[in-house]
């Protein structure tokens, strides 16, 4: 039988017991004949307690160290999976992500990897043991310095190492029962999806939804590896991230639903560039003035210019970490632009309707704009893709506006299916 790949998060390792369960688990799939390659994040809360720790010792920690540092965290998780795997008469090997051949790119804190060597992992599996490796780290190709992924990582360690090893399947093991038609914290009555296709789980995945990296889905995608994610907490059939259309699913793989699910995201901030002079190049020169400060933009909306003045003006959207020196990017610029001013608001939130099935169905738009009406919510900004709408609010509707949305598109589900069991939502 093939190799199974797993992820167990933090929450999933969150004490001594959470391991032990853990190995049985894994000990589980080893004695039903199939190889384990299990990718492990750092417990429970580790990585904020540890960046916790950092920002006490020194306000902007070196990038190098705070990426030694935050690597411990996998490493704990590692050895400690594998003493209990080799309690229950297994053995196992760990790896850090630099042994297990995970090369990456030399930028600190959020390398991206550029490939995989696993002769390691393959060895130490032709020699029957169980194999698990840090989440969440590789080492630079270039540097040869130990890199990470940036937080989340370890989804993408393990969908890698899957495509690595050519493995059947990568499950990933969380706190709830896989991926859910919006946030259970904010509707209850959210429902869990049985397939969602890499499209539609990249769009969740980059709207807010925090149950997978965005980039453990892309490389899921690229190399056709797929993604089953459910809990560690149940023996649930999760959800399967695939476009295999004989992916197991309960029911209607005839018709695909309209909609996935209503993502929401409170991380981004919302900059206004008032008054600039409507010519050739202004935008361009703003925008290349972002991009050299390696700021990530989001939403970008132009106004058309006020015919007595003309002037307009630029809004978009970022995330609220890159706000300061986006801010500090702008001003630079302000002489040689000629805008007027500039305005920063944080306090929006993003909401997303997404669907593959939206593609070809009319008058979703209408009924996202009206069920945000029938709440009373005020619409900033808009942009869509082909299989989603998103709005940015005002932040103190953003629970509102993922309610209304859920309902009016008969998402709710009957009875409240969706358990959280674990994790502190930090
Ligand atoms: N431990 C890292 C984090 O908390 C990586 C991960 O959990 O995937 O972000
Ligand atoms: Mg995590």
């Known amino acids: 039988m093939g190799i199974v790949v797993q992820k167990y998060g933090g929450s999933s390792l969150a004490d001594a017991d959470a391991i032990k369960r853990v190995a049985r688990r894994i000990v589980e799939v080893k004695k039903a004949g199939h190889d384990v390659v299990v990718a492990v994040s750092a417990m429970g809360d580790t990585t904020d307690d540890l960046e916790d720790l950092a920002r006490g010792v020194s306000p902007l920690p070196p990038a190098r160290e705070m990426d030694m540092l935050l690597t411990a965290g996998e490493r704990i998780s590692m050895a400690l999976v594998a003493m209990a795997i080799s309690d229950l008469g297994f053995t196992a090997r760990s790896f850090t992500g ?17 490939d995989v060597t696993p002769g390691r992992i393959t060895q130490a599996i032709g020699d029957g043991h169980i194999v698990i490796v840090a989440g969440f780290q590789g080492v630079s190709a270039d540097t040869k310095e130990i890199t990470t992924l940036g937080r989340g990582g370890s989804d993408t360690t393990a969908v890698a190492l899957a495509a690595a090893l050519g493995a059947d399947v990568c499950e990933i093991y969380t ?58 907490f149940s023996q649930l059939e999760g959800t399967w991230v695939t476009n295999d259309p004989q992916a197991p699913s309960q029911g209607d793989t005839m018709e695909q639903p309209i909609i996935a699910g209503v993502a929401h995201d409170r991380s981004e901030a919302k900059i206004t560039v008032v008054g600039v002079p409507d010519k050739v190049g202004e935008a361009a020169r703003i925008f290349e003035a972002l991009a050299e400060a390696q700021v990530n933009l989001d939403m970008i909306v132009q106004n058309i210019s006020a015919a007595a003045t003309s002037l307009t003006d630029i809004s978009f959207t970022l995330p609220r970490t890159d706000g300061q020196t986006a801010m ?72 509102d506006a993922v309610r209304a949305t859920h309902t009016a598109f008969d998402l709710d589900a009957d009875e409240v299916e969706a358990v959280v069991y674990g994790g502190t939502g930090r």
Request: hydrophobic share 40%.
């Open 98 to 114: 630099s042994q297990a051949g995970v090369i990456t790119d030399s930028v600190h804190g959020k390398a991206k990897i550029i």
């Open 175 to 232: 706190d709830v029962d896989g991926v859910f038609t919006a946030d259970p914290r904010v509707v209850p009555h959210a429902r869990k999806l049985d397939r969602v296709s890499y499209e539609e789980m990249l769009e969740l995945a980059a709207c807010g939804s925090k149950i997978l990296h965005l980039r453990c889905v892309e490389y899921g995608r690229r190399y056709g590896v797929p993604i089953h994610v459910r809990s560690s």
């Open 328 to 399: 500090t990017a702008l001003a630079r610029i302000q002489a040689e632009v000629g805008y007027d001013k500039l305005l920063y608001d944080d306090k929006i939130g993003k909401v997303s309707l997404i669907g593959a099935g939206m593609r070809s169905h009319p008058g979703i738009t209408s009924k996202f704009f009206g069920a945000l009406a029938s709440a009373g919510v005020n619409i900033g900004m808009i942009s869509t893709s082909e299989i989603r709408i998103s709005v940015i609010v005002d932040e103190s509707v953003v629970d």
